[in-house]
């Protein structure tokens, strides 16, 4: 991949999301998401091995990502010029619900990922605004993310307003419920804010503030060293083992444009155009 060449970004709608499709967000997630921890092996009995790549394949991302029509995918390519190929750099399943509460459609990030050699220039960030950008009065957006620089990555689509604790605590369990995401949907959330402390044994000043059980685990080596060295700024507090920071943010809605722009949005996606990718 030639890392100076333009990133094109493209909104995909559920029902063009092909088998092809999900083959390379298979591919880009299997090589680039994380590894499986010692606890995966204990909760598997060693199916899932200690250090080997977690793993997702069509069948299983159509389940958890697809699971219904109000569910969309943001992909970003990379065109290789010495193969005459996009390449996937980048994606974020989303959905979106109406939210009763707030009067408007909350906007939720189901699978972040950026492969690992494009990081650190912002993809995560555009992919997270186009998804917002992409449905109509929008009032909130969430994720749940193991990853700060995910978390960080959403408050860069949200204008970069600061986190606020009380709107996370507000919200989170009603929308999390409203959006019926197959792997979160009956997890339950953890931490100060929402009154409830882990059944793990953590040390009164490592207590958790902002979490959802997972049990999704996945190594957490790398986020605790980033954990670390932001921790002066960081509020969403310490992470377990097994959970997820939980994310919620207020936006600003942006209306749709009628005539979309063909550089950041469309309904077909160069994925498709290029089979032997
Ligand atoms: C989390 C992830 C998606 C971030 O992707 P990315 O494209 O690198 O993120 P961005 O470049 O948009 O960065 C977002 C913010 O994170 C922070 N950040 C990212 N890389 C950073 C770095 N190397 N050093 C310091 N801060 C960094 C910055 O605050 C940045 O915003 P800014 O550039 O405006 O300051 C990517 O690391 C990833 O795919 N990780 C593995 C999968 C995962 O954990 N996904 C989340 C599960 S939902």
């Known amino acids: 991949m030639t890392e100076t060449n333009p990133i094109s970004y ?33 909760h598997s009995n060693n199916v899932l091995q200690t250090g080997s790549r977690v793993k997702l394949g069509v069948k299983r991302l159509r389940e958890l990502m697809l699971f219904n029509d109000r569910c969309f995918l943001v992909v970003a390519e990379i065109r290789s010029l010495e193969k005459d190929q996009f390449e996937l750099i980048g994606h974020a399943f989303s959905t979106y619900v109406n939210y009763n509460r707030l009067n408007g459609n909350v906007v939720w990030i189901t699978q972040l990922v950026v492969c690992s050699t494009c990081r650190g220039r912002g993809v995560a960030g555009t992919l997270l605004s186009l998804a917002k950008n992409n449905i109509q009065d929008v009032v909130a957006m969430g994720l749940a993310s193991s990853h700060p620089y995910a978390v960080m990555a959403l408050c860069n689509a949200c204008n970069r307003i600061p986190i606020n604790l009380k709107f996370i605590a507000d919200h989170a369990k009603d929308i999390i419920e409203i ?42 080596k790398e986020v605790l060293t980033i954990l670390e060295k932001i921790q002066q700024t960081w509020i969403l507090g310490p992470l377990l083992e097994g959970h997820e920071f939980v994310i919620i943010l207020p936006t600003t809605s942006v209306r749709r444009s009628r005539t979309p722009s063909n550089t950041f949005s469309s309904n077909s996606s160069p994925l498709e155009k290029q089979p032997s990718m």
């Not at 880009?28 to 995966?40: D, E, K, M, P």
């Not at 804010?193 to 793990?200: A, M, R, T, V």
């Open 179 to 220: 959006c019926k995401i197959p792997y979160i949907s009956r997890s339950q959330v953890i931490g100060s804010i929402f009154d409830k402390q882990s059944s793990q044994m953590v040390d009164i000043d490592e207590q958790p503030v902002s979490l959802i059980k997972t049990d999704f685990f996945v190594d957490h």
């Open 10 to 42: 493209t909104i995909i709608q559920y029902s063009l999301i092909t088998d092809q499709i999900l083959q390379k967000c298979s591919t880009l997630f299997n090589n680039n998401y994380g590894v499986w921890n010692n606890n995966a092996s204990l």
